[in-house]
């Protein structure tokens, strides 16, 4: 049966439209930076960024009076030879692709863009430093409970922060009033 009001169609058709667009755009962002990330180039430069991340946690543990080791990408604590690999995406590689992924495909400025994309890429990384440094304790420390805040709590968390983060970066875009309809400008 045709539609009576034809403006309403339209209406729909338009409020659409940008969702439509954020998926393309959202999902073409993730096959592309997962794509260069697991690009054979790319893996040295990985590499050497994830053993990066062990040397400042061994550096921050040390610095806050603990005992810990760097040795590549096992974090180690010399006392009780508990180690800890940074394992290829734990280095919160991933959900800074997401993240990524996401705030390119939203309708904002390519400033505000930029601006996301640098204080996201720095929290998410601030905030996996911390869960790193603490399973590591948890490990040190009580063994049985290091699967299930690997496994479970953080995974959760890293997610919920990487979604707090664009909500966070959605509001002061939309706030900003600066937003675009269409495209980035």
């Known amino acids: ?27 073409l962002s993730l096959a592309i930076l997962f794509g260069l990330l697991l690009a054979p180039p790319t893996v040295p430069a990985v590499d050497r960024f994830t053993r990066g991340l062990v040397t400042v946690s061994a550096f921050l543990i040390r610095l806050f009076g603990g005992h810990a080791t760097a040795d590549g990408d096992l974090l180690f ?10 394992a290829y995406g734990c280095n ?12 390119l495909a939203f309708p904002a400025t390519w400033k505000q863009k930029g601006v996301g994309l640098l204080a996201g890429t720095a929290a998410i990384h601030v905030v996996n430093l911390i869960r790193f440094i ?20 953080w995974e959760s968390l890293m997610m919920i922060d990487t979604l707090v983060i664009f909500w966070t970066w959605v509001h002061f875009v939309r706030k900003s009033g600066q937003r675009t309809d269409g495209g980035a400008r």
Request: charged share 10%; no cysteine; proline share 6%.
């Open 77 to 86: 604590d010399p006392s009780s030879r508990f180690r800890i690999q940074m």
């Open 134 to 153: 603490s399973l590591f304790y948890v490990g040190l420390y009580n063994r049985a409970w290091f699967d299930f805040a690997h496994l479970y709590l």
């Open 1 to 27: 049966m045709p539609d009576a009001n034809p403006t309403s169609s339209a209406a729909l058709m338009s409020t659409q439209m940008p969702m439509g667009r954020f998926l393309l755009i959202f999902a």
């Open 92 to 103: 919160g590689a991933h959900v800074t692709i997401l993240l990524w992924a996401a705030l």
